[in-house]
């Protein structure tokens, strides 16, 4: 059985990715939409609650679009604040996202945790990108957001980097396409490097970790594989498919 939560709108809401900074509609009808995928996600147990600082998230946008440089880019606003807000949630000492391009989805998770939309302390946050002169653009841009540095980016291989990754992981955020013909298929792969990493749920205060897939909506057809390991409760304990934009996003507790 496949948990899903669908806006209304989802297929209409549409952006163009050379300007990711136009607004789509008001400010209130993007918390609303968000806010009802946070409670689906509180209600599946994902989440222990679904509240974070409204503004904060803005001030985590605007130093994104002053700061970065983004040749394109098919995260949704929406999405952009269902990141932030669920990193916001979580607040995951250790996160990594895989596969982040320019770092506009790596700092929608990140921005939680550094920058002028930070709500909590992280110890180590990275992003890892194969090609490195993405990697070199997106540390770059996320170098004008967080000088401490416990945000970064790296220019590797993601299954390897999650394989030798020395700690635990609380949130790995997967949005690599593949390269040498491995496609979509490598969301597994990056997920079976970092399994044994990512702790499962203990009790009050302890949620576990969790998984955020990118293109769950379309992709859904190459991410088969993907899809129907993490909605096997024998491997993890929920997940949803978050249907807010045309991209999606699968949530998955580890
Ligand atoms: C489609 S882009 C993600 C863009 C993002 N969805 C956005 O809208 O900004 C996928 C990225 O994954 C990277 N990639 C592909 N295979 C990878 C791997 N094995 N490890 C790390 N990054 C990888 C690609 O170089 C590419 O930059």
């Not at 607040?91 to 921005?111: D, K, L, R």
């Not at 590797?156 to 396409?177: I, N, R, T």
Request: aromatic share 6%.
């Amino acid at each position: 059985m496949v948990f899903e939560h669908r806006a209304a709108d989802w297929d209409s809401y549409r952006m163009d990715v050379h300007a990711p900074h136009r607004e789509l509609e008001s400010v209130a009808r993007e918390i609303e939409v968000v806010e009802a995928a946070l409670a689906a996600l509180h209600r599946a147990g994902i989440l222990p609650h679904t509240n974070y600082d409204h503004e904060k998230m803005l001030a985590h946008r605007r130093a994104v679009r002053e700061l970065f440089e983004i040749p394109w880019t098919a995260i949704t606003p929406r999405m952009q604040r269902l990141l932030y807000a669920i990193n916001a949630i979580i607040q995951p000492p250790v996160m990594i996202a895989a596969g982040v391009f320019c770092g506009n989805t790596f700092i929608s998770n990140a921005g939680a945790a550094v920058g002028p939309g930070a709500c909590y302390q992280a110890r180590d946050l990275v992003g890892v990108e194969i090609d490195p002169e993405k990697a070199a653009l997106a540390e770059a841009n996320v170098r004008k957001i967080d000088p401490t540095g416990v945000a970064r980016v790296v220019a590797a291989d993601a299954v390897d980097f999650a394989a030798g990754y020395p700690g635990q992981v609380g949130l790995l955020y997967l949005d690599a396409d593949g390269d040498r013909g491995r496609g979509k298929a490598i969301y597994l792969e990056i997920l079976e490097a970092c399994y044994d990493k990512m702790p499962r749920a203990g009790g009050p205060g302890e949620p576990g970790a969790v998984v955020l897939a990118h293109n769950s909506v379309n992709c859904a057809e190459r991410l088969g594989t993907y899809l129907e390991f993490v909605r096997d409760q024998a491997h993890c304990r929920a997940s949803v498919n978050v249907v807010i934009d045309g991209e999606g996003l699968e949530v998955t507790a580890r």
